[in-house]
């Protein structure tokens, strides 16, 4: 199989692929969709969805691979994403693996497009394009439910909100969440908090880091700290942050507590 990729420009891949490895969570989760999680081999540290990925040894973290296992293991193809990950897709291929980078979506729809990309890749178009149907149906169905303004952060390290060029923000206006930061014309940015308070959000909306207690104590905790008064909802971490087909489920999960908090 011969392709051009933007960013590795030209990639030979077998024309079977049977042992694949994911460095990505979303592609992980793609692949489970997809009905071929059997193919993996090998996943990053991050992969944690399904939990039939934990028994897999794990190659890399977002950006630095054990070379050695991951060679050891005579992968047909390696995935990943761009993103923080592209030095690390140019330096496998310069290694001479069988790489092939998932693009960062910029709307959901880019999650779409990347799980028809790997139908293509693995043989898989019918399945793909069936997934795809029944994703972007689910995604129609969430349009214009609510009206409010709201304030997303996400917690890696540090607080994290979403301005223009965001799959997140494209995400939350689809439902009529309303990101306060959408005239901001970067995608991930350190907030301020005064600012937050200034532009008077409906909803505080918080996403904690993966595998925390209590995310919604936690986010009311973090309002009351600041002086917010206006209402919180929180996700269980890692959800709106993973752009794999999950990420649907998610939303409608978020809708509903949306809905359950707002009345």
């Not at 590795?8 to 990505?24: K, M, N, Q, Y």
């Not at 992980?28 to 399904?50: E, I, Q, W, Y």
């Not at 761009?82 to 729809?109: C, I, N």
């Not at 993966?210 to 890692?238: I, Y």
Request: overall charge neutral; aromatic content about 10%; glycine content about 8%.
């Amino acid at each position: 199989m011969k392709l051009f990729h933007e960013l590795l420009g030209p990639v030979e891949l077998p024309d079977r692929l049977e042992r694949i490895i994911s460095l990505a969570p979303n592609v992980t989760d793609a692949l489970f969709a997809l009905g071929v999680g059997d193919r993996l081999v090998g996943r990053s540290a991050f992969c944690h969805r399904p939990a039939e990925v934990l028994s897999l040894p794990v190659l890399a973290s977002y950006t630095k691979t054990r070379t050695e296992l991951l060679r050891s293991l005579k992968p047909d193809l390696v995935l990943l994403s761009t993103g923080v990950q592209r030095e690390q897709a140019l330096r496998l291929k310069e290694g001479g693996f069988p790489v092939y980078a998932l693009p960062l979506p910029l709307s959901p729809y880019g999650i779409l497009e990347n799980l028809s990309t790997l139908g293509h890749l693995l043989d898989l178009e019918e399945r793909a394009s069936e997934l795809v149907h029944q994703l972007a149906e689910r995604y129609g169905r969430l349009k214009g439910r609510f009206d409010v303004k709201v304030y997303f952060e996400m917690d890696l390290g540090g607080p994290i909100t979403v301005g223009r060029g965001s799959y997140i923000a494209q995400a939350l206006l689809h439902l009529g969440l309303r990101p306060i930061f959408l005239d901001v014309p970067q995608a991930y940015f350190p907030p301020d908090l005064e600012e937050v308070k200034r532009r008077k959000p409906d909803l505080f909306l918080y996403e904690p880091k993966p595998w925390g207690r209590n995310p919604l104590e936690k986010a009311r905790a973090l309002a009351r700290e600041r002086g917010w008064s206006f209402p919180v909802v929180a996700t269980d971490g890692d959800e709106l942050a993973h752009y794999g087909p999950m990420f649907f489920a998610f939303l409608e999960k978020l809708a509903d507590r949306v809905a359950e908090t707002l009345g």
